[in-house]
């Protein structure tokens, strides 16, 4: 069992006082037993197992099933999005599955590095009409091969640059690959494949509510089908995330495997397909996630066989990400 120190009790305690809506959700594995532990403004409650948007945490499932896909034969990491996509021009070079799920398609260095917004900063200017207010995580497939047939790169490995434009077009992929659509597809994996009873794609009536700092509910992202979903929209539960995290420490897929080599680099971390990966000890992997305000971290290390993840429906990003960061090194004192 984790012990929390002063530390982590502190900062929690900081979170969630005057949060009126707040829950905070911490679960970690260790030596084969789960611990969740839940709160709020008035300390720590019982575990409702919550349900929470977990944002860019997505990727890494699109790139899980994007592996049993080329396990199965199904896809290759070599074949083109153009193999997926209709309507784009003959000749021309568009990015491989294996450069768009390691952040070095090009497409980045192009559109910007964290937001399908800067894609719609140029279009709005070149008049196709998207106008004020949008939500930067609506895009139709029209939209979606414009910029494909437009922003066109060349035929090399980028350096790394993390594009949600990427997973758009990685969850278009597979969805086409399927015969399905990316929705269907990626429930059917949560649920069969990876026994994540409580997590789905979108937001339902399940969800956790999402605050900002001043208490105000700023609704969420993802909560219509559109084809910048693959990039952040799964929604799940601690102990779901968790039952992945053994997943892939114990290499239950054999598919998986792919997910855990090194692609590529950032400046701070090694970089599978999706995964971050600590330098020098590939063994560690971890992705964050935020959507409207909710925030998740979900971090395993294959070597000790532990987890951990942190939920939470506030927009705190500063504190979270200190958390995120004090949990590390409790387990480490740990193990």
């Known amino acids: 069992m984790i012990i929390y120190d002063a530390g982590v009790q502190a900062l929690i305690k900081k979170m969630c006082e005057g949060k009126k809506h707040i829950k905070l959700t911490i679960g970690t594995y260790m030596d084969g037993e789960n611990a969740i532990h839940v709160f709020d403004e008035t300390g720590e409650i019982s575990n409702e197992n919550y ?104 035929d090399k490995d980028y350096k790394w640059n993390y594009s949600n434009f990427n997973y758009a077009l990685l969850g278009y992929a597979i969805g086409a690959a399927s015969g399905q659509d990316y929705w269907k597809t990626m429930d059917d994996f949560l649920l069969n494949d990876l026994e994540m009873s409580s997590s789905y794609t979108g937001i339902k009536s399940q969800n956790i509510s999402a605050y900002n700092w001043n208490n105000i509910n700023v609704g969420h992202w993802f909560e219509k089908k559109d084809f910048a979903a693959p990039c952040g929209d799964i929604s799940a539960t601690a102990e779901d995330l968790l039952t992945y995290a053994k997943i892939n420490m114990n290499d239950e897929k054999p598919y998986l495997a792919l997910c ?48 951990y993840v942190v939920l939470l429906n506030y927009g705190l990003d500063k504190e979270f990400v200190q958390l995120g960061n004090l949990m590390g090194n409790v387990i480490a004192k740990q193990i």
Not at 276 to 287: A, E, Q, T, V, Y
């Open 51 to 154: 349900v929470y948007p977990i944002g860019s945490v997505t990727k890494t499932f699109v790139a899980s099933l994007l592996s049993k896909y080329v396990h199965e034969g199904k896809m290759s990491l070599d074949d083109s999005i153009s193999k997926y996509i209709g309507g784009l021009d003959d000749g021309r070079y568009y990015p491989t599955l294996k450069r768009l799920a390691a952040h070095t398609s090009g497409y980045s260095k192009l559109l910007g590095a964290n937001s399908i917004m800067a894609v719609f900063v140029d279009e709005v200017k070149e008049g196709f009409g998207i106008g004020g207010g949008y939500n930067p995580y609506n895009l139709t497939l029209e939209e979606m091969t414009r910029i494909v047939r437009k922003k066109l790169v060349a």
């Open 260 to 307: 855990h080599q090194k692609y590529t680099e950032s400046r701070t971390y090694d970089m599978g397909l999706a995964w971050h990966m600590i330098k020098g000890n590939n063994s560690l992997i971890f992705h964050t996630g935020q959507t409207s305000t909710p925030l998740a971290w979900l971090m395993i290390s294959k070597e000790y066989k532990c987890a």
